[in-house]
């Protein structure tokens, strides 16, 4: 058997059955995000099993973008972990089928404590659906597993349709990387987007004059290892000089000594304030396709007091 070409029918099977599900998303999926969004406490996800481990990593991705979401057991919620759950709270229940018992037995007390019910199911007319106040669809037509047990296209589509939820709601709370970084501080994710340039920059600036030689260019370039050099006239910043443009002069001119620097330079460098974070740098970076960014006091700034390399955000992170 070619493992590799079975692999790639798999995939094939899982996204034709999530465009078939994209295709179906209507109205109901808008009241499901008003509903969350006007919610004054916070979104209970229940499931068991292999949903239930799906529903969990919804209610984490959640719970790290914005929206204050936990995650109950279904079986253990009918031995005590109902009391997490309040009035003000939604109780979002995720089943394939509808009918899995350990969910349905948590209906009736749900409703007494008096929150809201969401179904997220494969079967919209099952008994969960018909019982909850919303509903949101997950039906796929076929499993990708070939005996149709082993839950695949439909655990795939109920994780797919938790992410539309999730980014929809942090979209909708303007959730930013500053957010991000307070629900992230460890690990390497967190300490990029905690981090700010100015506890990353060098401030070994290289810089020569505008009438600096081409020699004294190359030599603040390699003395600096940063790649770059910035041109000043007198104690004001006027341009940059890359390695790409110390190659071009060579290419250029049969004689580079002639050459002073503002003769090779750019007048428009890149910049970032100091109290930036690095999640910024690194767009601003990616955007423009550089490596390096001049770091000013602040905004609107043409003070140079340091600069960043692409690889001290690198070496941050690692």
């Given at each position: 058997?070619?493992?590799?070409?079975?692999?790639?029918?798999?995939?094939?099977?899982?996204?034709?059955?999530?465009?078939?599900?994209?295709?179906?998303?209507?109205?109901?999926?808008?009241?499901?995000?008003?509903t969350i969004l006007a919610c004054k406490g916070?979104?209970?996800?229940?499931?068991?099993?292999?949903?239930?481990?799906?529903?969990?990593?919804?209610?984490?991705?959640?719970?790290?973008?914005?929206?204050?979401?936990?995650?109950?057991?279904?079986?253990?919620?009918?031995?005590?972990?109902?009391?997490?759950?309040?009035?003000?709270?939604?109780?979002?229940?995720?089943?394939?089928?509808?009918?899995?018992?350990?969910?349905?037995?948590?209906?009736?007390?749900?409703?007494?404590?008096?929150?809201?019910?969401?179904?997220?199911?494969?079967?919209?007319?099952?008994?969960?659906?018909?019982?909850?106040?919303?509903?949101?669809?997950?039906?796929?037509?076929?499993?990708?597993?070939?005996?149709?047990?082993?839950?695949?296209?439909?655990?795939?589509?109920?994780?797919?349709?938790?992410?539309?939820?999730?980014?929809?709601?942090?979209?909708?709370?303007?959730?930013?990387?500053?957010?991000?970084?307070?629900?992230?501080?460890?690990?390497?994710?967190?300490?990029?987007?905690?981090?700010?340039?100015?506890?990353?920059?060098?401030?070994?600036?290289?810089?020569?004059?505008k009438d600096a030689t081409f020699r004294q260019?190359?030599?603040?370039?390699?003395?600096?290892?940063?790649?770059?050099?910035?041109?000043?006239?007198?104690?004001?910043?006027?341009?940059?000089?890359?390695?790409?443009?110390?190659?071009?002069?060579?290419?250029?001119?049969?004689?580079?000594?002639?050459?002073?620097?503002?003769?090779?330079?750019?007048?428009?460098?890149?910049?970032?304030?100091?109290?930036?974070?690095?999640?910024?740098?690194?767009?601003?970076?990616?955007?423009?396709?550089?490596?390096?960014?001049?770091?000013?006091?602040?905004?609107?700034?043409?003070?140079?007091?340091?600069?960043?390399?692409?690889?001290?955000?690198?070496?941050?992170?690692?």
């Amino acid at each position: 058997m070619n493992y590799s070409d079975r692999a790639k029918e798999i995939f094939q099977q899982e996204i034709n059955e999530l465009q078939r599900l994209s295709d179906t998303i209507n109205s109901d999926f808008d009241a499901v995000v008003q509903t969350i969004l006007a919610c004054k406490g916070k979104l209970v996800l229940m499931g068991i099993g292999k949903t239930g481990i799906i529903a969990h990593k919804i209610a984490s991705s959640l719970a790290s973008t914005g929206t204050p979401a936990v995650f109950v057991n279904a079986a253990e919620a009918m031995h005590g972990d109902l009391g997490i759950i309040a009035p003000q709270d939604i109780a979002l229940l995720v089943s394939n089928s509808g009918e899995t018992s350990e969910i349905l037995n948590v209906l009736a007390p749900i409703r007494r404590i008096g929150c809201k019910l969401i179904a997220l199911t494969g079967n919209p007319l099952s008994p969960l659906a018909k019982d909850c106040d919303l509903v949101l669809s997950v039906h796929v037509d076929r499993e990708a597993c070939p005996l149709g047990l082993a839950p695949t296209s439909s655990t795939t589509a109920t994780l797919v349709m938790g992410d539309a939820l999730m980014v929809c709601l942090m979209e909708q709370r303007h959730f930013k990387a500053e957010n991000f970084s307070l629900y992230h501080p460890g690990g390497a994710l967190g300490r990029q987007l905690l981090g700010k340039v100015k506890n990353r920059m060098s401030r070994n600036v290289p810089r020569v004059q505008k009438d600096a030689t081409f020699r004294q260019i190359v030599n603040e370039v390699s003395d600096k290892h940063m790649g770059t050099t910035f041109v000043y006239d007198a104690d004001q910043p006027v341009g940059i000089i890359t390695d790409g443009d110390i190659r071009r002069t060579i290419q250029r001119f049969e004689n580079p000594d002639s050459v002073r620097a503002g003769d090779i330079m750019s007048r428009n460098y890149k910049h970032v304030a100091q109290d930036a974070l690095l999640t910024d740098a690194l767009q601003l970076l990616d955007k423009y396709n550089i490596t390096t960014l001049a770091v000013t006091s602040r905004d609107n700034s043409d003070d140079i007091i340091g600069i960043l390399s692409i690889h001290h955000i690198i070496d941050f992170v690692n």
